[in-house]
């Protein structure tokens, strides 16, 4: 049961396991990772944690396993430390952004498989060109990001000593790697696709990511898409904590 501490209710470790349905030893690494708050403990060196840390380990279960790339990876540890710090003012920010996020990623990922399931390079009837940092906002990634495809040969030769535009084909092919490289092929697994693709037959460069038994490219980017969508009811279920969380 819990027990009072200076008329606060205050939870051992195995109460508040039992409270989350995180084990005890999951508890311990959150706290030692600092994505929980402060956590005191008795003279018998026995810890005894308050009502919001039942918020913060749940906070935790809700993000960890969420980490399907960098972006999100990135966004999800913004909301661990809001909550850490018990700043609900930018807990809620943090979610909100982190919630806008695995929505670009779904809109992407769509996208991005629908292009691997068609012709790459098909231009559309959308003529615009966009910087390098536009193009990379709307595929999701960084500038820093395209700059190393470029360096990989990823995007092909551009002219040198010219500042480079990024038109729909171009973004394509980009959305096309992001999701390659997202759902775990490697780079040099990615170059060699794209490289047989440019100069050779799009159907025998899909062949160099499908295994033999079965449809790997499909399979991997449906699995990558429904992470996403999981991933979108955590930010609904974190989204929800926050009404709890304002009533400690």
Known sequence: MPAEKNSITVYRIGELSRLTG??????????????IGFVERT??????????????????????????NRR?????????????????????????????????????????????MRQMEQE???????????????????????????????LGQCEPYRKRMYGQALLNRMYVIRLLLD?????MAVKSFLQEYTH???????GLLTAPEEEELRYRSDRYLEALLHLREKTRQLWELKAEMEKV
């Open 22 to 35: 995180v084990k005890a030893g999951t508890i311990r690494f959150y706290e030692q990772c600092g994505f």
């Open 124 to 154: 559309t009837g959308e003529k615009s060109l966009y910087s390098k940092k536009q193009a990379a906002a709307m595929v999701g990634v960084t500038p820093e990001t395209v700059r190393g495809w470029e360096r990989n040969g990823l």
């Open 200 to 206: 050779g037959d799009p159907k025998s460069a899909e």
């Open 43 to 68: 003279s018998n060196n026995y810890r005894f944690f308050r009502r919001r840390h039942i918020y913060q380990v749940q906070v935790c279960r809700l993000v960890f396993g969420g980490f399907v």
């Open 183 to 187: 759902t775990g092929y490697s780079m």
């Open 72 to 116: 999100l990876r990135r966004e999800s540890r913004k909301v661990l430390d809001a909550s850490a710090r018990w700043d609900l003012g930018a807990y809620e920010e943090a979610v909100a952004n982190y919630q806008r996020a695995v929505e670009e990623d779904i809109v992407g990922t769509r996208r991005a498989i629908e292009i691997c």
